[in-house]
């Protein structure tokens, strides 16, 4: 903690997790968060005042202290509890870029789009719709770490 820090009892980081039914994806120091929640987006930064918000699907941003890239992960419905020194992030599913098969998620999101355009009587929108957010917030993590590779 820096001395201004420490003389001025505001923080200038949190600890951030990300964790999902299966594993535990996150742990890190970080400055900023940037999160799909339910109504929008929405940030965090060091001293945000205690909040539940609901998590939608789509990407997670955050950067770790004293770096200047921003790290990604696809994420999935779930809670972000914001406390003083930490934010928690549960999350149905979580995938980094570099995990993310990208034929898989193209086939996913192109099966999406065909119910879609030709729902039969058996559709439920509702859940296609999940589908075709997921597959898009999926391939948006792995097309933006191609280009970063």
Request: aromatic fraction near 2%; charged fraction near 30%.
């Amino acid at each position: 903690m820096a001395e201004a820090e420490r003389d001025s009892g505001i923080a200038s980081e949190f600890l951030l997790e990300i964790v999902t039914p299966d594993r535990q994806l996150v742990s890190e120091t970080v400055d900023s968060v940037r999160a799909p929640g339910v109504e929008g987006e929405f940030g965090v930064l060091p001293s945000h005042v205690r909040m539940m918000a609901g998590m939608g699907t789509g990407l997670l941003r955050y950067r770790v202290v004293g770096g200047s890239e921003w790290s990604e992960l696809s994420v999935s419905a779930g809670l972000v509890e914001v406390l003083p020194d930490r934010v928690i992030v549960l999350a149905q599913t979580a995938e980094a870029a570099n995990e993310i098969d990208v034929a898989r998620a193209e086939a996913a999101l192109e099966r999406a789009r065909e119910k879609l355009e030709h729902p039969d009587d058996d559709t439920d929108i509702e859940a296609t719709l999940e589908a075709l957010r997921r597959s898009t917030s999926r391939l948006q993590a792995a097309k933006k770490e191609a280009t970063e590779s």
